[in-house]
Nanobody, 117 residues
Framework: QVQLVESGGGLVQAGGSLRLSCAASARTFSMNAMAWFRQAPGKERELAAAIRWSTTYYADSVKGRFTIFRDNAKNMVYLQMNSLKPEDTAVYYC????????????WGQGTQVTVSS
């Protein structure tokens, strides 16, 4: 069973930055697509960003502000979040083993990101 462990969440003021990290127990290069989803209170979980090899996908709401990248040598995936807004407040989940941009086999437990205004 593949395990994914997120870290890097926290409280930040609007306009600030955070970098989320996801440590995988399996080799990330074998994980096909990997992604960051997020779920805000009272809302459905949504795909924020995904990466397959060198191809990336971003939700419109985060384009130009978030960057997803992976370090296969370290089995890590990251989400650099800049110019954060209060509406970015959510629990962020790492996902791996993507069969498509939106379907994944493995999930982390999530890390809370709170952006204050």
């Amino acid at each position: 069973q593949v395990q994914l462990v997120e870290s890097g969440g926290g409280l930040v003021q609007a306009g600030g930055s955070l970098r989320l990290s996801c440590a995988a127990s399996a080799r990330t290069f074998s994980m096909n697509a990997m992604a960051w989803f997020r779920q805000a209170p009272g809302k459905e979980r949504e795909l924020a960003a995904a990466i397959r090899w060198s191809t990336t996908y971003y939700a419109d709401s985060v384009k130009g502000r978030f960057t997803i990248f992976r370090d296969n040598a370290k089995n890590m995936v990251y989400l650099q979040m800049n110019s954060l807004k209060p509406e970015d407040t959510a629990v962020y989940y790492c996902a791996g083993g993507g069969k498509s941009w939106f379907e994944y086999d493995y999930w982390g437990q999530g890390t809370q990101v709170t952006v204050s205004s």
